[in-house]
């Protein structure tokens, strides 16, 4: 039987030795045996911290990177059209740029579509591993593409990986909201954007010309070890206790999960019967529990269009992240101070991501977004105004820089953790990966719009 096919009505239970009265007995955890609260945090983090960085090495580090490093992108690029006794113009080559830079995220449309298929016949586990392996081979394919000039296959490599990104960052968050206890959820759920922000800190930093920027085979070879890595731990890590339980219906698996997670406990045995009670709600075949429900559903489509929302205010800094060394170039910052920028913008990214986590566990999800949405659109307002005098008021491009500043700051804080995360808590587990992956993926559309378009219109006043 599979996942789908999970009723209400069935039989499946916390067996008896798994009782709360008797859990510590029959799973071995007496008192003295159970785990200190502590070192369980303390694991969680570090999992989650791993997991985070695993999934982000390859769509943060690569954009920050090839980003700080794009005067050698183009170069890249003009040097592979000129052996082949082509020659482009520099508008012509930053259209090339362009289409290589937003192609990531092309692939996320179908990607999307077909992630929640994996993730919930597969398992979190099953698909993680396949995300990664397959992600790692696409970064294989965009580090040799570059070693022998050849931008047909930075794109092939660059497109595989956008395929299948959308289901690495599903499973990624679905395990930092499973592995935890209720009360860790938000704040675990959190530090999927300190990775991302950790890895593109790290792509902007070896992307300077001092580092790997003139050396970009390189550069793109570092998700490729990063992806290796991770492959033994993924295969090491067991499958989420909340899979296990209520699709898979395994409770002796979800208990041992469980404890691995979470550790022993005596209330082990009322968490695995909570989760039972969870999956009363959930929909069965005859209730639906497909993709399309989130559009024809009226509680399912509110969610999607919640999400929808929030991910909105996320589009500029996509554009960031791509373009910020062209940014700062355009306002006519020196291009040392303009990669040194870019980097301190990071930096300033993962700080602020770090106290997002204090931010989300005190205050309510709708206020922060309120209330960070709207500074960070007064921010964007301040850097286009500012970067309209810089003709005319040198000065006015530290105005320009400080309004970008300050959308990333708004960005750390609450917009990009909260957006991670928010469409799994709106709705049922079985709709989980497919709510996710279609925020993604129709969000993934306006980046790809919004990504390509930029750099051109911003040429267009220049």
């Not at 890590?237 to 339980?245: D, I, R, V």
């Not at 559903?297 to 060394?325: D, E, H, N």
Request: with cysteine; proline share 4%; charged share 15%.
């Amino acid at each position: 039987m599979s996942s789908h096919d999970y009723s209400p009505n069935e039989t499946t239970s916390v067996p008896e030795s798994l009782s709360s009265s008797e859990v510590s007995s029959n799973s071995g955890s007496t008192t003295s045996e159970v785990s200190n609260p502590r070192s369980v945090i303390i694991t969680l983090f570090l999992i989650g911290s791993v997991l985070t960085c695993a999934t982000n090495c390859f769509s943060s580090f690569s954009h920050a990177g090839l980003n700080e490093a794009v005067l050698e992108v183009d170069n890249f690029i003009n040097e592979s059209y000129v052996q082949r006794g082509a020659k482009f113009s520099d508008g012509q080559v930053t259209l090339i740029r362009d289409v290589l830079m937003s192609s990531w995220y092309a692939g996320q449309v179908p990607g999307g579509l077909m992630s929640p298929i994996i993730t919930d016949r597969w398992g979190r586990k099953g698909a993680y591993l396949l995300a990664t392996g397959m992600m790692t081979l696409a970064m294989t394919l965009q580090a040799t593409a570059t070693a022998i000039h050849l931008p047909e296959m930075l794109l092939l490599g660059r497109l595989v990986a956008s395929f299948f990104s959308p289901m690495s960052d599903a499973v990624a968050i679905m395990y930092l909201q499973e592995i935890s206890p209720t009360k860790l959820r938000g704040v675990l759920s959190s530090l999927f954007n300190g990775g991302y922000a950790v890895m593109a800190l790290l792509g902007i930093i070896l992307g300077m010309d001092a580092l790997l920027g003139n050396h970009i085979t390189v550069l793109l070879s570092i998700p490729v070890v990063l992806g290796l890595l991770a492959l033994p731990f993924l295969l090491w890590l067991p499958e989420t206790p909340k899979f296990l339980m209520i699709s898979s219906k395994n409770p002796e698996k979800a208990l041992k999960s469980l404890e691995f997670f979470q550790g022993k406990k005596l209330e082990n045995g009322l968490i695995l019967e909570q989760y039972l009670r969870e999956a009363e709600s959930e929909p069965t075949n005859k209730d639906g529990g497909t993709m399309t429900d989130l559009f024809k559903v009226w509680y399912l489509r509110k969610a999607l269009i919640l999400s929808l929302g929030v991910l909105v205010l996320t589009l500029p800094f996509f554009a960031i992240l791509q373009s910020s060394t062209h940014f700062f170039l355009f306002i006519q910052l020196p291009k040392d101070f303009a990669q040194l920028s870019s980097t301190l913008l990071m930096v300033a990214f993962v700080f602020s991501s770090f106290i997002a986590s204090g931010l989300i566990k005190r205050f309510g999800r709708r206020s922060l977004i309120l209330t960070f949405g709207i500074l960070s659109i007064l921010c964007l307002g301040v850097f286009v105004g500012a970067a309209a005098f810089i003709h005319k008021i040198s000065w006015s491009k530290y105005i320009a820089l400080a309004g970008m500043t300050g959308y990333i700051l708004c960005y750390g804080l609450a917009i990009g953790p909260i957006s991670w995360f928010i469409p799994a808590e709106l709705v049922p587990l079985k709709y989980r990966a497919s709510m996710i992956c279609v925020c993604q993926s129709l969000n993934s559309v306006s980046i790809a719009i919004t990504g390509f378009s930029t750099i051109p219109l911003f040429n267009v006043k220049k």
